[in-house]
Every structure is written in C-alpha cells, then in structure tokens.
C-alpha cells in the first residue's frame, strides 16, 4: 500500500506559478511510476504528466506542454508538478498517482494503482 498527500494547490492569477508537491510514504518509493492527473465537474480525469522511477523519462500531456514539468525527488519521496504560464482553464482538482509500471511513462489513469485525495487549484482571470 502506497500513500499519497499532495499539497501546493491554491488560487494563482493567470500567468502566474505554482510547485504541486506529492508525498509518498509505506513503500520503496522507487519501485513506482508517479503521474498527476486533474479533473473538473462533469469531466473525465486528465492526465497531465508522468514521470518513470528513476526520473529518467517523462512525460506532459498536451494541454500543458512547455508549461508545466513533472519531477521527483527520491530523497524526499516527493513528486513534483512545476506549473507555469497558468491559465484559467488549469482550474481543477489536481490528484497524484503512482503505478506499479514502474519503467513506464504511461498516460492512461487505469494504469496507476494509488491514488491521493488531490489538491484544488484555482487559476483567476
């Protein structure tokens, strides 16, 4: 089992930045894939980014890239999400999530295996 506490969200004007940080702790923390993911009312869950287990290779999604990176920090068992350039259609409730692939980048939400309880994060215009 595998526990997930991001932090970081808030409100931010458009144009501005914010760090997501994402906490693990119960097991290696390298023995896992780690992604962020968001959501909206009524919306299915985006994903955003993903990062494999040594750091080595990622992955943005679309909507975000060349905007926001993805990061961990084995140290710390933290996860990172640097977002900049906010936009106002980045509100959402942004969630962390790690899987068992661990070599892999994957961008599909089945994939990952925990889940945190995400973390809002509001963009003004």
């Known amino acids: 089992q595998v526990q997930l506490v991001e932090s970081g969200g808030g409100l931010v004007q458009a144009g501005g930045s914010l760090r997501l940080s994402c906490a693990a702790s119960?097991?290696?923390?390298?023995?896992?894939?780690m992604g962020w993911f968001r959501q909206t009312p009524g919306k299915e869950r985006e994903f955003v980014a993903a990062?494999?287990?040594?750091?080595?290779?990622?992955k943005t999604g679309d909507s975000v890239k060349g905007r926001f990176t993805i990061s961990r920090d084995a140290a710390k068992n933290t996860v990172y999400l640097q977002m900049n350039s906010l936009k106002p259609e980045d509100t959402a409730i942004y969630y962390c999530?790690?899987?068992?692939?661990?070599?892999?980048?994957?961008?599909?939400?089945?994939?990952?295996?925990?889940w945190g309880q995400g973390t809002q994060v509001t963009v003004s215009s």
């Open positions: 119960g097991r290696t923390f390298s023995n896992y894939a």
């Open positions: 999530a790690a899987s068992r692939a661990r070599y892999y980048t994957t961008g599909s939400a089945s994939e990952y295996d925990y």
């Open positions: 990062i494999n287990w040594s750091g080595g290779s990622t």
